[in-house]
């Protein structure tokens, strides 16, 4: 299931009244799908070696209490392009607007690839610059959220 993060499938908000609509419809998506449970937060990154740099990377400001490197697979094994990607995750009680300043990176593509999941890994949430992708544990549960938020689906006739 695919949301649109703003009206008109505008990609990137550029006024605070904007970022609001962006964080609002995160959050909403967000609560239903979560209220009340622990959820994983799920961020990488990128580098050219099979362990992750010994800092801290730079989505892991953004991790309520900090991030644990989790694990890192090669995504690029090409030796002129070779690439390992690090996942790092927290754990957190999910509220509505506990990672908005991580969500608001999002919207600005200043981080990418984010997933957040309950903690039995069944429903996935991936927000992304100009929206979010939920996979759900269930056709009857995707359904039901479509429904209730149409207004922020795309006019594709595949959903994208």
């Known amino acids: 299931m695919r949301f649109h993060s703003l009206p008109g499938s505008k990609r990137y908000p550029d006024t605070e009244d904007e970022y609001a ?7 909403t998506v967000l ?3 979560f209220g009340g449970e622990v ?4 961020t990488v990154d990128w580098s050219d070696t099979p362990l992750p740099a010994s800092q801290p990377h730079p989505a892991a400001r953004w991790h309520p209490g900090g991030a644990e490197y989790w694990t890192t697979f090669c995504t690029e094994p090409d030796p002129e392009y070779l690439t390992y990607t690090h996942l790092f995750v927290s754990q957190i009680p999910w509220e509505r607007g506990c990672l908005d300043e991580l969500l608001r990176a999002v919207a600005d593509d200043l981080t990418a690839n984010v997933l957040l999941t309950d ?18 544990t269930s056709t009857e ?6 429904s ?3 207004a922020w689906l795309s006019s594709h006739p595949q959903g994208l």
């Open 21 to 27: 609509v962006v964080l609002d419809r995160y959050n």
């Open 39 to 42: 959820v994983y937060v799920i």
């Open 148 to 150: 209730r938020h149409a």
């Open 119 to 136: 903690t039995g890994l069944q429903r996935l949430y991936h927000p992304y610059d100009g929206g979010a992708d939920a996979i759900l």
């Open 141 to 146: 549960e995707r359904d039901r959220l479509r």
């Open 31 to 33: 609560d239903e799908l």
